[in-house]
């Protein structure tokens, strides 16, 4: 059986609120707004989020708890985690462009030290099952290291 779920976002810009045309609000119902600008790359400001990092930014939380999911079903406990994630964007002649890649370098300090082979083997699991990665058309590499 298939579930759907929706999920809404608001993005406003106004004249005279923002002095820079790339920055707007992103507003979602119930939680914080963000202030989000082009990257400083593509002449936005560099004090705001960018569409870049967001997208980064999910693929790594995404990743990571998606993680958590297949180690609690192992019975793995974490003690400890840090993904130091870089993208590639290329940017074509044409102003076109997108990622052409992400590197994860999940760092993950576990309980029981005995249990290191299976927590790195887990994180192709929880690739598979995590829904951003499962929604771009980019390579994802992930580099997993475990510490004692």
């Not at 600008?37 to 990571?64: I, R, V, Y």
């Amino acid at each position: 059986m298939r579930k759907q779920f929706q999920f809404q976002v608001l993005t406003e810009w106004k004249a005279g609120v923002f002095q820079n045309a790339k920055s707007h609000t992103s507003k979602i119902a119930g939680k914080s707004e963000l202030e989000i600008s082009a990257a400083s790359e593509f002449k936005g400001d560099a004090s705001l989020h960018n569409p870049e990092d967001l997208q980064l930014s999910a693929l790594s939380s995404c990743h990571m708890m998606s993680y958590f999911y297949v180690c609690r079903q192992n019975r793995i406990e974490i003690l400890d985690y840090h993904d130091n994630a870089k993208g590639t964007l290329e940017l074509k002649e044409d102003s076109s462009g997108g990622f052409t890649q992400v590197v994860l370098h999940p760092i993950v300090t576990l309980k029981d030290a005995s249990q290191q082979e299976l927590a790195l083997q887990l994180h192709e699991k929880a690739h598979q099952l995590c829904f951003i990665a499962n929604s771009v058309n980019f390579p994802i590499k992930i580099i997993p290291r475990i510490v004692h």
